[in-house]
């Protein structure tokens, strides 16, 4: 298993759980509000965002879940490090 440290990884991955803690909060507040149209546009909008450093954190280091190896020559998914190997 190939090591992945630095600051750029740590931060990359740091802004990701930002977002995406974000979005579950934005699911549980449109859970009970549905029709809310400005938390949908809010949802929507870190959506996009999320999908993007995603996209740009699998193209440098390793794809965050299996659905963004789609595409790919190999299987890059096995590659990330596991928690207990320090990858949380």
Not at 21 to 40: C, G, I, N, R, S
Not at 47 to 60: D, G, L, P, Y
């Amino acid at each position: 298993m190939r090591q992945i440290q630095g600051n750029e990884h740590s931060r990359m991955l740091k802004d990701i759980g930002i977002i995406s803690f974000v979005l579950v909060e934005l699911t549980q507040y449109l859970d009970t509000h549905p029709y809310d149209k400005q938390a949908m546009e809010y949802f929507n909008h870190y959506a996009r965002i999320e999908k993007q450093m995603k996209q740009e954190f699998a193209s440098r280091y390793y794809p965050l879940n299996a659905a963004l190896s789609q595409d790919q020559k190999e299987w890059n998914w096995a590659l990330a490090p596991m928690p207990w190997e320090g990858g949380c």
